[in-house]
């Protein structure tokens, strides 16, 4: 049986790999007809232009051809396309490289990887890019809207070595974060509970039941209403740190969604979340080198 090749033998362009969707059961007539239907916002004329160019293939490398029939349990492999993307102002900067491993401190507003209006205009690709490695992967990913420290794998098999750390809480973390200054509370104080999708899909909510996330907080500084805080998570669900701080009345300052907001605005670049990826420590699972890094950017306490 032949075996499935790596995106479908699509090359990497400009820094940015193959996307790729999962074929379902059913019954589209063809190929053209499943993407139309799951990509609305992709017309036909541009899924043929695509095809016709030979950018849209199967897992074992065969192109997908306009009227080629409909089959399920299989992947397809396409390029995306953007008509215009926004340029965004920052840039990152390598920290650390080895054959391993990438380290970069990341700007505010930038993603980490490609998805939904940003495909250029992210972490991996300008590293890819500027570096010169197709296979770099991120181990790892904070916020659009935090900056501070990413980990990529230079090796997409060495990937799960250093994922495996985070499953098993053997990465250590610390965040700084400006918010307000409560002086009914007792520093440093532990934060635990369980943390659920909520409405709409890109938010999070606490609720009762069993934990699921725990963050440690602590007072770095405090000047007059505001105060840097050093915040340490045990787990990483999703929005954990800006929930944490939010529930505890502390929402970090310049935060749109916690508490949530009816309808988020534009980036403002001159309002950056208050929230940085500061220090990150582990043994390396490939070398046994005990590894740390740490940000060189800052935050605005006022």
Known sequence: MTAPLLHGGLPTRHG???????????????????????????????????????LVADEFGGPVTALRTYRGHM????????????RIP????VLFQDEHLVV???PHFLPVTPSGHYLQETLLVRLKNQLGIDSLIPIHRIDRETAGLV???VRPDERDAYQALFRRHEVVKHYEAVAPWRADLQFPLQRKTRIVEDTPFFRQREMPGETNSET????????GEQA??????????KHQLRIHMNALGLPICNDRMYPPVDV????DYALPLQLLAKSIAFTDPLTGEPRRFESRLGLFLK
């Not at 992947?75 to 926004?86: N, Q």
């Open 16 to 54: 940015v790999s193959p996307s790729c969707v999962g074929l379902p059961a059913g019954s589209w007539p063809t190929f053209t007809d499943f993407l139309v239907e799951r990509f609305p916002a992709v017309t036909r004329a541009t899924w043929l232009e695509r095809m016709a160019a030979g």
């Open 228 to 237: 840097l805080y050093a915040l340490s998570p045990v787990t990483g669900k």
């Open 104 to 106: 970069a401190d990341k």
């Open 264 to 267: 988020t605005p534009d980036d």
């Open 75 to 86: 992947r397809l492999y396409y390029y995306r396309a953007l008509p215009f993307e926004v």
């Open 216 to 223: 440690w907080v602590e007072v770095l500084e405090r000047r």
């Open 151 to 153: 980990l990529f794998s």
């Open 90 to 93: 920052f840039e990152a900067a």
